[in-house]
């Protein structure tokens, strides 16, 4: 996955996380619902102007939609850490404390296994 993906992923996760459409993102930032589509596909990379834009609207800073992307990890393991953070970004502080514990356990398990 080319950095213009990881970073489009990035971009795509903010207002996921928000409950935005992408028209209602691309309305919010003054691009097209094409120009936001190709972001966050990583046909194209955003200008910076852009970035300060989403970073603005969805009320995150700009090194979120870089976080990890140069990382050694596989393909699927970025778009899965991704798709945990905006179910983490979902939760309330309580559930949030209960899904700590469950992955805890599940880790647990795991070194117990190998």
Known sequence: ?????RVGLRVKE???????????????????????????RGRTFPTIDTLEQLGRHL?????????????KVSDRRFVLEGNLKILVRQLSNEDL???VKQLAVVVEIRKNCS
């Open 59 to 71: 009320d995150v800073p700009i090194q979120q939609f870089f976080e990890d992307v140069e990382q």
């Open 14 to 40: 903010a207002p996921v996380a928000r409950g935005l459409t992408q028209e209602a993102l691309a309305d919010l930032v003054g691009r097209t619902v094409e120009a936001v589509s190709n972001i966050e």
């Open 97 to 99: 404390e209960i899904a």
């Open 1 to 5: 996955m080319s950095l213009k993906q």
